[in-house]
DNA sequence: GAGTGGTCTAGACCACAAC
DNA sequence: TTGTGGTCTAGACCACTCG
């Protein structure tokens, strides 16, 4: 194999890169499921003609940015939103005293509709493209902490009904990774601090003009392609929004 | 060198942390400076008796915590918050329209204190202990947008005062790094919508009551020492809180 | 040209999990 | 025992920076 050629390329990009960007495609194009083993290591520097350690470097990214899942002995896997490791790294939301629960998602409803300027901006599409929104409620013990309103493409969620997400078990992410293919990779999220309108307050228990934390979120799938927008209301009277500063 | 005596302790721990162990602690002590170039991968190498490859394993991980920068054909340099890349790594507020600009710190009040249940606790320190309290306002643009509390052990920071923080051109976390040998490397942070007290809502030219963001942070320095604990309150009329979920 | 980090290889061996 | 990922080594060569 030439590699000269290839590593004195005008755009230079290593092996390694390269191999990512394949494995990358795999991932993308459902070869291998979340949840699933990969081709071990060996097998892949063979596949590719390429050193072990040159998958190893490849593999090692796309763990980190938590694509794939790295366990001594098993394998690799695709990453999954079925993880429970991975439940808390897309909410952030943790009680101010005492331990972590578990969040229960209540749909209210779910409607086709339009994409504006705003969700066509955000999500990459045309203004007047179809979009499916869905509005829920997040509780923590019982009590109701969240109010999320989602924008959807129509063209990839279309089929989703209040029904299916009712009869779910399991986090959204999970839900749009089970029946559509569709895993959430990274997001952006943007806060700030609002006063609750009348039916967000209704919806959390709070008093109208109180306190709320805004929470925009787009979340992008494998290369980068935007596939949700949402924007959530947090009551943070029990619960804080916690963050690490790496 | 016997190194499967090593490698097969009970508390197995690979050479190349035990490397980066070492690195840190040179930095901790302050043998290499903030901005400064640490020896060469193959010096190292050489000085651990280790191979080349293991040093720069030790490096990589340092590098991706951000404790060490390394440039490519200069050398790898010990981080600092001098660093323009890394300004925005710790203030996480943009605006939500427009481009970024430059934060303005205007120190307002400096004083010592007695460390309360809560400090001390944040602070890992005896209650009654001496702290230093900073009060400041952030402004972008002209205009006042976080008013921060700040509170710091004076074990360390006791020398500190209104005028030396007036005088200083930079952000805080470079004033502590210069002036008190001090790197700050992660923080955690912890967010709530709260309504405007009086004294805050004066200062941010808000409404008293009106939404703000509520940003708890707890600062550690090396071997996850807590040296800084603080509270700002953040007004997001113009800007908001960006966050990455990897 | 000399020195630095960055890439790639080949091979040996260790730790872990499963059968 | 076998197969997986994890560590460590030694050496070659490439890309970048600077004098």
Redesign the pocket.
């Known amino acids: 194999?030439n590699?000269?050629a290839?590593?004195?390329s005008p755009t230079?990009s290593?092996?390694?890169?390269?191999i990512k960007a394949l494995l990358v495609q795999q991932l993308q194009s459902g070869e291998w499921h979340p949840g699933e083993?990969?081709?071990?290591?060996?097998?892949l520097?063979v596949r590719f003609?390429?050193?072990?350690?040159?998958v190893?470097?490849a593999?090692?990214e796309l763990?980190a940015e938590h694509l794939l899942v790295?366990?001594?002995?098993?394998?690799?896997f695709v990453a999954s939103h079925d993880d429970p490791r991975a439940f808390f790294r897309f909410l952030r939301l943790m009680p101010i005293n005492g331990e972590i629960q578990q969040a229960k998602s209540i749909p209210l409803e779910c409607w086709r509709a339009k994409a504006g300027p705003e969700a066509s901006r955000m999500l990459a599409i045309k203004v007047g493209d179809p979009i499916t929104v869905v509005r829920r409620v997040l509780q923590f013990a019982e009590k109701p902490t969240v109010v999320d309103e989602i924008y959807l493409p129509g063209a990839i969620f279309g089929a989703i009904t209040l029904d299916m997400l009712r009869d779910y078990q399991g986090s959204l992410y999970s839900f749009f990774e089970d029946r559509f293919g569709v895993r959430m990779v990274r997001a952006e999220e943007r806060l700030r601090a609002v006063a609750a309108d009348r039916s967000s307050a209704e919806l959390l228990h709070v008093a109208e003009g109180s306190p709320l934390l805004s929470v925009e979120r787009l979340s992008f799938s494998y290369a980068d392609k935007p596939v949700e927008w949402r924007r959530g209301l947090y009551s943070t009277q029990e619960h804080c929004y916690f963050n690490e500063l790496g």
Do not use: C, W
């Not at 003609?49 to 040159?54: K, Y």
């Open positions: 194999m590699k000269s290839v590593l004195s230079f290593p092996l390694y890169r390269q083993v990969i081709p071990s290591e060996t097998e520097a003609s390429v050193s072990q350690g040159t190893r470097k593999v090692d763990a790295r366990r001594q002995g098993k394998g690799t």
